[in-house]
């Protein structure tokens, strides 16, 4: 029974994941211009800001299902506070592709701050359910304990890093979306404490 539960809990959160990062990529529009003649590399640069954010979405996303995936593989079994958590979590998820669409349209503080905010929610949800998972006796105690600090560290990390960007952002914008080039540390640190 928990085996069920645990898949139904696991293809729910695929189902949105996959949903929310395919929406990501269908915001991606081209130039008029481009329907009318002949596609040249001027028109495909004006879609670079939507491109961008796109790619950096599409990897934060990405990350937070490894992390997921990463957390959940040694679950015995989910609890009622579990599900709710996981289902706070798709609802922010699902946030993800007008935050995206937003950053790509304007790229203002207000755009950056609610883009990082979202993302910084999603992976504190993320934190708060692994702590949860260990914390209820919920993982296996066959060795999980070590994978499920690690995602949960990794979790919150990036936590911090949005709502680093968020502050960075009320004294310059750019500053603040260059500082999730963070984000590439936090994933290779998680890769490097495993091997």
Avoid: C
């Amino acid at each position: 029974m928990s085996e069920n539960l645990n898949g139904r809990m696991a293809a729910l959160t695929d189902g949105v994941v996959a949903i929310a990062m395919t929406l990501l990529m269908l915001d991606i529009r081209l130039p008029e211009a481009i329907a009318h003649g002949p596609v040249s590399w001027p028109q495909l640069l004006a879609v670079r800001e939507q491109v961008a954010a796109y790619a950096m979405s599409f990897l934060v996303v990405g990350l937070f299902w490894l992390i997921h995936v990463q957390r959940f593989r040694n679950l015995v079994r989910p609890s009622s506070r579990l599900f709710w958590l996981n289902l706070a979590f798709l609802l922010v998820i699902g946030l993800v592709p007008f935050t995206t669409s937003l950053l790509a349209s304007s790229g203002g503080a207000t755009a950056v701050q609610l883009y990082a905010g979202v993302m910084a929610l999603a992976s504190l949800l993320l934190g708060v359910m692994g702590l949860h998972v260990q914390t209820a006796g919920l993982d296996r105690e066959d060795g999980g304990k070590g994978a499920l600090t690690v995602a949960s560290l990794r979790a919150f990390t990036t936590t911090g890093v949005f709502l680093l960007s968020i502050a960075v952002s009320l004294w310059n914008v750019e500053a603040a979306r260059w500082s999730w080039i963070l984000l590439a540390v936090v994933a290779g640190a998680g890769h490097r404490r495993r091997a």
